[in-house]
């Protein structure tokens, strides 16, 4: 029972560059979130998925698009990484009445 | 709006004491409460959660929470520390919505 599974584990990106982060989740869970850790700032939500096909931005969304590319899969792009964005980031699903399941992060430096 | 305050960002106690980590919330509705840890370069996971079946709520690792709503608290606790339980501790809280709202985290120490 794989769970939520996110891809890289970590990444060095030079400001400017882009890329995507995948998020996998086999619990058939409507819910997904993106998530972003910053020491002594907690877990603030980034962009988060009721279901698939529509999308919401969340508390930091600025430099972000998503794509709910199935009900499996939720994705998070950086078009331009700036040395700002540099964080641990978590996906993670179920409605949060029930409580999150979470990957285990992808840390990202921009350098 | 929904938010959670975390008291102390580091809490300090010695092997076999009690471990106290406290959690305030703000809620315009009867909250959904949760507690996750977090270990050392691993993702965030469920330690308990209340969703008003009954105060006191027990969770994994014989780590406890009490909801009292009078103080809008929501502290975690466990009678006697382990060195294993050294990790961030996170208070989350959700309306009816699909959403959680994280508190900045406790980094708990525990000292042989």
């Known amino acids: 029972n794989a769970g939520v599974t996110q891809t890289p584990k970590f990444q060095v990106l030079k400001t400017g560059q882009s890329m995507t982060l995948q998020c996998a989740q086999d619990?058939?869970?409507?819910?997904m979130y993106w998530y972003r850790q910053d020491p002594g700032m907690g877990l603030r939500l980034i962009y988060y998925?009721?279901?698939?096909?529509?999308?919401d931005k969340g508390e930091v969304p600025n430099g972000y698009n998503v794509s709910r590319l199935n009900k499996r899969e939720f994705s998070l792009r950086l078009e331009s990484a700036a040395p700002s964005q540099t964080s641990v980031y978590f996906c993670?699903?179920?409605?949060?009445?029930?409580?999150?399941?979470f990957g285990s992060g992808t840390r990202l430096t921009v350098v | 709006a929904q938010s959670v305050t975390q008291l102390g960002s580091h809490v300090s106690v010695s092997e076999g004491a009690l471990v106290l980590l406290r959690c305030n919330y703000s809620?315009?509705?009867?909250?959904?409460l949760f507690w996750y840890v977090q270990y050392p370069n691993q993702g965030l996971q469920l330690l308990l959660k209340?969703?008003?079946?009954?105060?006191l709520v027990k969770g994994i690792n014989g780590f406890e929470a009490e909801f009292k709503k009078s103080e809008t608290s929501f502290h975690l606790t466990k009678p006697s520390a382990h060195m294993s339980d050294a990790a961030e501790y996170f208070c989350?809280?959700?309306?009816?919505?699909?959403?959680?709202?994280f508190g900045t985290g406790t980094r708990l120490q525990v000292f042989p």
């Open positions: 993670a699903s179920e409605r949060g009445i029930y409580g999150y399941t």
């Open positions: 619990m058939n869970h409507n819910s």
């Open positions: 998925s009721a279901s698939e096909g529509t999308t």
């Open positions: 809620s315009s509705v009867p909250p959904y």
């Open positions: 209340y969703t008003s079946a009954a105060t």
């Open positions: 989350a809280v959700s309306d009816n919505t699909d959403k959680l709202i």
